[in-house]
């Protein structure tokens, strides 16, 4: 299979893993829990997808969750409740450019948004994209080299529409 069939075969089975996991029961507010018990629920949902000739394992070589067989690593993931920090995107590009897996996913799990904010890090590229939870709907929002990635320490946030307050005049404050 060509790379970019990999590729898409690895980001398509992901996608439909994370629909599964959006669709598990949540954790009920209060109960306290770390970053690896999400991990595990992430990579149950992501198994059946994948060949059962590749691993699955959470906290490996400090991704998340990685996918792999015995020619290397398929698919890394990191992921975050909120927005992607400018850290763990530096730990996924490092990841990737140490271990080359076919293709290295950082994602945002917003549980207030409809949509997830994923960075897709292929051969020499980042792409910034937007999926929605429901709708599964893809945007593009921004492609560019690892290298200009690497240079970008801001966060892409979604875009927050607020409400513009009425100014008040001298005489309507009154």
């Given amino acids: 299979m060509r790379e970019a069939e990999e ?26 829990y770390r970053h690896s018990t999400i991990s595990h629920r992430i990579a149950e949902s992501l198994r059946p997808f994948f060949p059962s000739d590749m691993s699955i394992d959470v906290d490996l ?65 980042i792409e ?7 709708t599964s709907e893809e945007k593009v929002l921004r492609r560019c080299t690892i290298d200009e990635g690497k240079a970008d320490d801001g966060q892409l946030r979604l875009p927050i529409h607020r409400k513009r307050r009425k100014r008040l005049t001298s005489s309507q404050d009154r």
Avoid: Q
């Fill in 61 to 125: 070589n400090g991704a998340d969750i990685t996918i792999w067989d015995g020619n290397g690593c398929a698919l890394a993931l990191f992921w975050a409740p909120s927005y992607i920090h400018a850290d763990v995107k530096r730990k996924a590009i490092a990841f990737h450019e140490r271990y080359c897996p076919s293709l290295t996913l950082a994602f945002s799990l917003f549980s207030d948004r409809p949509l997830m904010l994923v960075y897709r890090i292929g051969k020499g590229y």
């Fill in 7 to 32: 590729r898409f075969e690895i980001f398509s089975a992901f996608r439909m893993g994370i629909e599964g996991f959006l669709s598990m029961p949540a954790i009920p507010e209060g109960m306290r």
């Fill in 128 to 134: 910034y994209l937007h999926i929605g939870k429901e």
